[in-house]
Nanobody, 123 residues
Framework: QVRLVESGGGLVQAGGSLRLSCKFSGRSFNNIVMGWFRQTPGKEREFVAAINWSRYSAYADSVKGRFTMSRDNAKNTVYLQMSSLKRDDTAVYYC?????????????????WGQGTQVTVSS
């Protein structure tokens, strides 16, 4: 059974940096597309970034140039390096996974989800 475990969330000041990690387990990491989404109360889950096995990545416009998603295929782990954080980045961040090679940006296209990790950016 696929399991995703996020870590690295916390409280950070605006302008600061934070790195999230997501450990994948339960099946082969080959040809698994990984994604990061975020959600605030009362809003839909929002795409942040995604990466495929070949490390082709895609980003939401709101985080381009500030966030970098990477993956270590040997460790079955993906990372989200977040820099120049803004208060608007405050959310619960979710790791997502699904089989395939095409990078996707819709939450409906991911079948596996982690439990989420809170990121709070203070002014």
């Amino acid at each position: 059974q696929v399991r995703l475990v996020e870590s690295g969330g916390g409280l950070v000041q605006a302008g600061g940096s934070l790195r999230l990690s997501c450990k994948f387990s339960g099946r082969s990491f080959n040809n698994i597309v990984m994604g990061w989404f975020r959600q605030t109360p009362g809003k839909e889950r929002e795409f942040v970034a995604a990466i495929n096995w070949s490390r082709y990545s895609a980003y939401a416009d709101s985080v381009k140039g500030r966030f970098t998603m990477s993956r270590d295929n040997a460790k079955n782990t993906v990372y989200l390096q977040m820099s120049s954080l803004k208060r608007d980045d405050t959310a619960v961040y979710y790791c997502a996974a699904d089989a395939g090679v095409i990078v996707r940006t819709s939450a409906q296209q991911f079948g596996y989800w982690g439990q989420g990790t809170q990121v709070t950016v203070s002014s």
